[in-house]
């Protein structure tokens, strides 16, 4: 199906950055990669499954084999394993990792504002952490590690809060009015969900309360990216992807029809994607974006980051960024800047 509303957005893209179906490699000459997405294929993962179906990762010389995120993938395993050579993942899990060894780099970043947040029923009056005192929250099982390090940046402790334990998916606890507010919750998903279901929320961002991050990010291994043929396999990547996120920030509901009329994914739901990419676009933008380019890394977010796993327990020590951080690939790329 074409994807007619932004097909000038991507001709417009591709000519400025001289990119042209001639200049096309060969399929014997195709560098091999595989990538772990994030999450199931939608359009959080937009930028890797448009280059993918669109052709932009053959035009940048690639062979890209994808492999969809969720329950059971765990993207740091698979690249410490060599079993994928890129992968996106949470910048906390990054962390720990490295904490306990894993020689990997983190390469790009999706989102320059976690979407990580806490969703409370508006009707508790909750609109700030503080504000939890003698409320019901409900703390998925994922999010044990650092309900108390957000909780205590805030000024309540555990004891003060009546906390339950949910699923990793389980919204019904919420709607149903048992518990008051759910930790943790992706800005533009289960809040949407909640209130398709007839209740109204207030969405607290982490980032907004002590606890900022570069959710979605890419990492590398030590090794691998040591090889100079790497990195240019790895900017030729980052270019392909940039350029299909480009296409997105022409029309971010263009972009959400494009993934459901596609059928990445089984189910999708049209209203829900587009309320997700509308939203999304923001998290993904900042000063260093619009002055660098799109998936860049943010020095000071990441020593938040650092100091947010060690005060909760995930990391030994405050991990200096530095040493596992880089911006030499996307110094490579073709960052469109938004």
Not at 186 to 206: H, S, T, Y
Not at 328 to 336: D, F, G, H, Q, T
Request: aromatic share 8%.
């Amino acid at each position: 199906m074409p994807f007619s509303p932004i097909a000038a957005a991507r001709r417009a893209s591709l000519a400025a950055l001289a990119i042209s179906a001639a200049s096309m490699a060969p399929a014997q000459d195709l560098t091999p990669i595989t990538v772990v997405l994030s999450y199931i294929p939608n359009v959080e993962n937009f930028g890797a499954l448009y280059a993918k179906e669109e052709g932009l990762f053959e035009e940048a010389g690639l062979d890209v084999t994808l492999i969809p995120g969720g329950n059971g993938v765990d993207g740091v395993q698979m690249v410490s394993a060599n079993v994928a050579q890129l992968a996106m993942t949470g910048a906390d899990s990054v962390v720990a990792a490295v904490d306990k060894g894993a020689p990997l780099k983190v390469i790009a970043g999706q989102f320059q504002t976690s979407p990580v947040a806490m969703t409370c029923r508006k009707d508790s009056g909750i609109t700030a952490p503080d504000q939890l005192v003698g409320k019901r929250l409900g703390v998925k099982q994922s999010a044990q590690v650092y309900a108390e390090t957000f909780l205590g940046k805030n000024g309540v402790t555990l004891d003060q809060v009546d906390t339950t334990s949910i699923g990793n998916s389980d919204i019904s606890l919420l709607i149903a009015g048992r518990i008051d507010c759910m930790i943790t919750t992706f800005a533009f998903n289960e809040p949407r969900l909640i209130e398709q279901a007839g209740v109204e929320v207030n969405v607290l961002p982490l980032g907004d309360f002590g606890m900022n991050s570069q959710s979605g990010s890419w990492i590398v291994t030590d090794e691998y990216l040591s090889d100079p043929a790497n990195k240019e396999t790895l900017a030729a990547y980052m270019s392909a992807e940039a350029k299909a996120w480009d296409i997105y920030f022409a029309d971010p509901e263009a972009a959400a029809k494009y993934i459901v009329d596609h059928k990445f994914n089984d189910g999708l739901n049209l209203e829900q994607q587009t309320y997700q990419a509308v939203h999304q676009a923001d998290y993904m933008k900042s000063d260093m974006t619009a002055e660098h380019g799109i998936l860049w890394l943010e020095p000071d977010v990441w020593a938040e980051t650092a100091q947010n796993a060690f005060e909760a327990g995930a990391a030994a020590s405050v991990i200096d960024p530095a040493s596992f951080t880089t911006t030499e690939i996307l110094e490579m790329a073709v960052l469109p800047k938004h």
